[in-house]
């Protein structure tokens, strides 16, 4: 994100534009909030339905008013709803860091009248009182905030232990995929569906790394114009 565009954005508009860019932008920023957390229980759903199918003999199953009586197709689609839904959940959380930060400098700037390029280092991952209390709750964004921040040695290293489980959960959807991938390969391969669920779930998930990686170097790019 450049945020040397966003501070000349606010420095050349009135603050009539900036309020309503700023109510747009928080409209948008409860809206990706709710798409993270429908997300998410989409892929805890089928997580479950994953392992029911692997350690129990259904035969079938209702969906409210939908009888699935083909567990085998549901056990072929499900690596390449997981791999959706996993790139769909990385594309949403990127968006909502940039407009997180675009609102809470749109609010520096609207209610303290004060905005220094400074500030955008010390917003990124940090809210003051204001900011706090006005932002859209978000359980992400206030979990961080056990992580970040100045705080005494005891306590950083303590926090820094409890972290560490919570960073190995990136790398567990990736596994899951793996698992989900290879029972596709021994048990669903014999069709063209499975076939085409195997190798369309290779790809989005390589589009995926590719996205993050590109997003990553675009940060860091921007990062560098902007010292």
Do not use: W
């Amino acid at each position: 994100m450049n945020y040397q565009r966003l501070l000349n954005f606010i420095v050349e508009n009135q603050n009539a534009n900036l309020m309503d860019f700023y109510d747009k932008s928080y409209n948008k920023l409860q809206e990706l909030n709710k798409r993270i957390d429908r997300t998410t229980v989409s892929l805890l759903v089928i997580v479950l339905v994953y392992f029911l199918l692997a350690t129990s003999s259904v035969e079938s199953f209702s969906i409210g008013p939908f009888n699935i009586k083909d567990i085998n197709l549901v056990a072929q689609l499900l690596p390449i709803l997981f791999a959706y839904l996993l790139f769909d959940l990385l594309t949403s959380s990127i968006h909502k860091t940039e407009v997180l930060i675009t609102v809470k400098m749109l609010f520096l700037s609207i209610y303290l009248q004060e905005v220094e390029p400074s500030d955008f280092e010390e917003i990124k991952n940090k809210h003051n009182f204001f900011t706090r209390v006005l932002l859209p709750f978000s359980f992400t964004t206030d979990l961080s905030r056990l992580f970040v921040g100045k705080t005494q040695v005891g306590l950083g290293c303590f926090g820094l232990l409890l972290s560490l489980p919570l960073l190995s959960l990136y790398l567990l959807p990736f596994v899951l995929e793996f698992f989900m991938l290879r029972d596709l390969y021994f048990n669903g391969f014999d069709n063209i569906i499975g076939k085409i669920s195997f190798y369309m779930t290779i790809y989005i998930n390589l589009v995926l790394i590719f996205y993050y990686i590109k997003v990553t170097l675009t940060n860091l790019k921007d990062l560098k114009e902007q010292e």
